[in-house]
């Protein structure tokens, strides 16, 4: 796979969409997209990735394309894998399909959580991947339970008392992990290589599929949108979102992850993260510095017993 | 036609689904429906149906996953009750919207609280504005025949809309009566092969389904539902004429029983049709000039057959089983618009009753008739309520 091949692939969300400039989550859906060349369904719970792509009378989906509310994709999915099925079985189809459903961290972590569970245990073959931008977008940046400790959103502002939300994030990748699931793994849109090859995998084992992929958004996380990409960079090369992907009862790290567990590529200190964005801009300096420092503990705790699990 | 059995509601349901065989059946368990799907999990267990089926982890995601199947392109059945429909409350809107042909059985159970698991309309009455068909059966019978029709009316290219098939839960969902049922052949034939509409699953033509739609397109998309709402009506009037041909059993969109010399009607859905007839007969019998309208299709509300039922009359009750605290329930409200289509219109008053499964005996029905003629009794009152 190189990128000259990759350029020939059948485009499958095309342009007009109206997400914002420099928006992860088009970049991450079309390298996703690019893991298989079978022919795929979508399904998308309500969020900025939905509204933007299907203003009616319009339409950026170039396959078929099902939402039908915010905490169902993976149960609207599971429904349009089970019609599959039995037409299949009775003989009214032949081909085969790929199906995938996105959901942002909102859809995903909190009010969809049940229906991917359901989902999951029930062994629909499909591949969900969260667009994790670790907060609700698409309302005006609310917390939500991928939001990080420290962040400060609209519903978890940094105030005077309280220096933004005071919780970590649930570890939804392991959560899903617990499923004993064939595959799920963490991804990052900067590298394509390793995103691409991690839904190729994805979609060719049967049975559900986990994706979780760190999803930089400008508005709600204060940078510039010119700096995407080296915001899901800096998320792995400080450890905040690591790479890897458990297959078949097997952790393994990848990408730049996997270097910095050998040794060969630097750790970044969780600072030069927190200092890129606006929403930890509280952090810097005053009384709520030791906060920073905190949040470096919990990254440190995770990653040491995530490299456990790798057998590092 | 075979030999008349004995047969509960949720079982005779559970045969009609067999014989049609849907390619997709999602469903949660939910008391009084639960019968159903326990009886179709055995057919599907013992091959006796090509069913998909799935056992979803709540009722929002096994009505997502209707939905998901439907739009895919198969044939789709489901059930609930009381909480579970409420629970669903979202997706039925949705799913009206996408116009995705579901057939779903409603064992007719009230809402908590406090929790109760016995019968009344509250829970249909929470999708009455959700753009689903809803018919209401009286008996065992019913509840199979309504069936086979309801797969008719929700799936002609005509209509294209979900419709709820509503029994009461526990008086027909768990009563034994007699009941015929046509031979599969029969059945099969009634209600035709499933003809797809823009599947998911034909992946040369992508459709996008369930996209957002700003106020320049949202309000001509709902119109879409009433225009098809409209049409349900001829549509289901043909259903129910085609289903007479091969059963012999003639139905109605509503049915009146006694009324044309009668002074005075009552008004109901549901197993209470029987009770009401039973009543007029009596009252009859003393030379009372009474009788019944029976609505079997709730929506879209055949008003222009109600308000033939009801010109002339000297007073109407009508029956609910449900209230809406604040201000007259959803059949006295209907049936208020249908009598205002007339010049001059009878008195209507509502009776609110059988709330969580309080029983209904004949003797109060009959008072009802006497408060009616005797032009007594508020314009909404509370049967048997100890205030």
């Given at each position: 796979m190189?990128?000259k091949?990759l350029?020939?692939?059948e485009?499958?969300?095309?342009?007009?969409?109206?997400?914002c400039a420099?928006?992860?989550?088009?970049?991450?859906a079309?390298?996703?997209l690019?893991?298989?060349?079978?022919p795929v369904v979508?399904?998308n719970?309500?969020?900025c990735?939905?509204?933007?792509t299907?203003?009616?009378?319009?339409?950026?989906?170039n396959?078929?394309?099902i939402h039908t509310?915010f905490?169902?994709?993976?149960?609207?999915m599971?429904?349009?894998?089970a019609?599959y099925?039995?037409?299949?079985r009775?003989?009214?189809l032949?081909?085969e399909?790929?199906?995938?459903a996105?959901?942002?961290?909102?859809?995903?972590?909190d009010i969809g959580f049940?229906?991917?569970s359901g989902?999951?245990e029930?062994?629909?073959?499909?591949?969900?991947v969260c667009f994790?931008?670790?907060?609700?977008?698409?309302?005006?940046i609310?917390?939500?339970?991928?939001?990080?400790?420290?962040?400060?959103?609209?519903?978890?502002?940094?105030?005077?008392?309280?220096?933004g939300k005071?919780?970590?994030?649930?570890d939804?990748?392991r959560?899903i992990?617990?499923?004993?699931?064939?595959?799920?793994?963490q991804a990052s849109?900067?590298?394509?290589?390793d995103?691409?090859?991690?839904?190729?995998k994805a979609?060719e084992?049967?049975?559900?599929?986990?994706?979780?992929v760190?999803?930089?958004c400008?508005?709600?996380?204060?940078?510039?949108g010119?700096?995407?990409i080296?915001m899901?960079k800096?998320a792995?090369?400080t450890?905040?979102?690591?790479?890897?992907?458990y297959?078949?009862?097997?952790?393994?790290l990848t990408?730049?992850?996997?270097?910095i567990?050998?040794?060969s590529?630097e750790?970044?200190?969780?600072?030069?993260?927190?200092?890129?964005q606006g929403?930890?801009?509280?952090?810097m300096?005053?009384k709520?510095?030791s906060?920073?420092?905190?949040?470096q503990?919990?990254v440190d705790q995770?990653?040491a017993?995530?490299?456990?699990?790798?057998?590092? | 036609?075979?030999?008349?059995?004995?047969?509960?509601g949720?079982?005779?349901?559970?045969l009609?689904?067999k014989q049609?065989?849907?390619?997709v059946?999602?469903?949660?368990?939910?008391?009084?429906?639960?019968?159903i799907?326990?009886?179709?999990?055995?057919f599907?267990?013992?091959?006796e149906?090509?069913t998909?089926y799935?056992?979803?982890?709540?009722?929002?995601s096994a009505?997502?996953?209707c939905?998901?199947?439907?739009?895919?392109?198969?044939r789709?059945?489901?059930?609930?009750?009381?909480?579970?429909?409420?629970?669903?409350?979202?997706m039925l809107y949705?799913?009206?919207?996408m116009?995705?042909p579901?057939i779903?059985?409603?064992?007719?159970?009230?809402?908590?609280?406090?929790?109760?698991?016995?019968?009344?309309?509250?829970?249909?009455?929470?999708?009455r504005?959700?753009?689903?068909?809803?018919m209401?059966g009286?008996?065992?019978?019913?509840?199979?025949?309504?069936?086979?029709?309801?797969f008719?009316?929700?799936?002609?290219?005509?209509?294209?809309?979900?419709i709820?098939?509503?029994i009461?839960?526990?008086?027909?969902t768990?009563a034994?009566?007699?009941?015929e049922?046509l031979d599969d052949?029969v059945a099969?034939?009634?209600v035709g092969p499933?003809?797809p509409?823009?599947p998911?699953?034909?992946?040369?033509?992508p459709?996008t389904?369930?996209?957002?739609?700003?106020?320049?397109?949202?309000?001509?998309?709902?119109?879409?539902?009433?225009?098809?709402?409209?049409a349900?009506?001829?549509?289901?009037r043909?259903a129910?004429?085609?289903?007479?041909?091969i059963?012999?059993?003639?139905?109605?969109?509503?049915?009146?029983?006694r009324?044309e010399d009668?002074e005075?009607v009552?008004?109901?859905m549901?197993s209470t049709?029987?009770?009401m007839?039973?009543?007029?007969?009596q009252?009859?019998a003393?030379?009372?000039k009474?009788g019944?309208?029976?609505v079997?299709?709730?929506?879209?509300?055949?008003?222009?057959?109600?308000?033939?039922?009801?010109?002339?009359k000297?007073?109407?009750?009508?029956?609910?089983?449900?209230?809406?605290?604040?201000?007259?329930?959803?059949?006295?409200m209907?049936v208020?618009?249908?009598v205002?289509?007339l010049?001059?219109?009878?008195?209507?008053?509502?009776?609110?009753?059988?709330?969580g499964g309080?029983?209904?005996i004949?003797e109060?029905l009959?008072t009802v008739f006497?408060?009616?003629m005797?032009?007594?009794?508020e314009?909404?009152?509370f049967m048997?309520?100890?205030?």
């Amino acid at each position: 796979m190189n990128l000259k091949e990759l350029s020939h692939s059948e485009e499958r969300l095309v342009e007009g969409h109206r997400l914002c400039a420099g928006c992860a989550e088009p970049i991450i859906a079309r390298q996703v997209l690019m893991g298989t060349d079978k022919p795929v369904v979508v399904a998308n719970a309500t969020g900025c990735f939905e509204v933007s792509t299907s203003n009616y009378p319009f339409t950026s989906w170039n396959v078929p394309w099902i939402h039908t509310a915010f905490e169902n994709a993976p149960a609207a999915m599971s429904g349009v894998e089970a019609a599959y099925n039995s037409l299949k079985r009775q003989g009214k189809l032949d081909q085969e399909i790929k199906f995938v459903a996105f959901g942002g961290d909102g859809a995903t972590y909190d009010i969809g959580f049940q229906s991917l569970s359901g989902a999951i245990e029930r062994g629909h073959d499909f591949l969900y991947v969260c667009f994790n931008n670790e907060a609700y977008m698409n309302t005006g940046i609310q917390r939500s339970g991928a939001t990080p400790r420290g962040a400060s959103t609209t519903t978890c502002p940094s105030g005077t008392c309280i220096p933004g939300k005071k919780e970590f994030p649930k570890d939804l990748t392991r959560i899903i992990i617990a499923h004993d699931l064939p595959y799920a793994a963490q991804a990052s849109p900067h590298n394509w290589k390793d995103l691409i090859q991690k839904s190729h995998k994805a979609f060719e084992i049967h049975g559900p599929k986990f994706i979780n992929v760190i999803s930089p958004c400008p508005r709600g996380w204060r940078h510039d949108g010119s700096q995407t990409i080296a915001m899901s960079k800096l998320a792995v090369e400080t450890c905040v979102w690591p790479l890897y992907e458990y297959e078949q009862g097997t952790w393994r790290l990848t990408g730049e992850s996997l270097r910095i567990a050998e040794g060969s590529k630097e750790k970044k200190p969780v600072s030069e993260w927190l200092a890129s964005q606006g929403r930890f801009k509280h952090l810097m300096k005053g009384k709520f510095t030791s906060v920073a420092d905190e949040v470096q503990q919990g990254v440190d705790q995770k990653w040491a017993s995530l490299q456990k699990l790798c057998q590092m | 036609m075979s030999e008349p059995m004995a047969c509960n509601g949720d079982m005779a349901i559970a045969l009609a689904w067999k014989q049609i065989d849907p390619d997709v059946v999602a469903a949660y368990p939910i008391t009084p429906q639960t019968i159903i799907v326990e009886a179709f999990s055995d057919f599907v267990a013992n091959g006796e149906v090509n069913t998909e089926y799935v056992c979803a982890e709540s009722e929002h995601s096994a009505l997502t996953i209707c939905v998901g199947a439907s739009a895919a392109g198969a044939r789709v059945a489901t059930a609930t009750a009381s909480a579970g429909l409420a629970f669903m409350w979202e997706m039925l809107y949705v799913s009206a919207s996408m116009r995705v042909p579901i057939i779903m059985a409603v064992a007719n159970r009230t809402l908590s609280g406090p929790i109760n698991i016995h019968c009344d309309h509250s829970d249909a009455m929470g999708g009455r504005d959700s753009g689903w068909l809803q018919m209401f059966g009286e008996n065992v019978q019913e509840a199979y025949d309504n069936t086979l029709i309801a797969f008719r009316i929700a799936e002609d290219m005509r209509v294209r809309l979900p419709i709820m098939t509503c029994i009461d839960g526990f008086i027909i969902t768990h009563a034994l009566e007699r009941f015929e049922i046509l031979d599969d052949d029969v059945a099969k034939k009634y209600v035709g092969p499933f003809q797809p509409l823009r599947p998911l699953l034909d992946i040369k033509n992508p459709t996008t389904y369930g996209p957002l739609a700003m106020p320049d397109y949202y309000y001509e998309l709902k119109y879409q539902v009433q225009a098809s709402m409209d049409a349900a009506v001829g549509v289901a009037r043909e259903a129910m004429a085609d289903f007479a041909k091969i059963s012999g059993r003639k139905y109605d969109l509503v049915e009146g029983y006694r009324t044309e010399d009668a002074e005075y009607v009552m008004v109901a859905m549901g197993s209470t049709a029987g009770t009401m007839r039973f009543v007029v007969d009596q009252l009859r019998a003393r030379g009372k000039k009474v009788g019944a309208v029976k609505v079997r299709l709730f929506r879209p509300f055949p008003a222009a057959d109600m308000a033939k039922f009801l010109e002339g009359k000297k007073g109407v009750a009508v029956m609910d089983r449900a209230m809406s605290p604040g201000t007259g329930s959803p059949l006295y409200m209907d049936v208020l618009e249908s009598v205002s289509r007339l010049k001059s219109p009878p008195r209507v008053s509502n009776y609110v009753y059988g709330l969580g499964g309080r029983d209904l005996i004949p003797e109060q029905l009959t008072t009802v008739f006497e408060e009616v003629m005797a032009g007594k009794g508020e314009r909404v009152n509370f049967m048997g309520v100890r205030k």
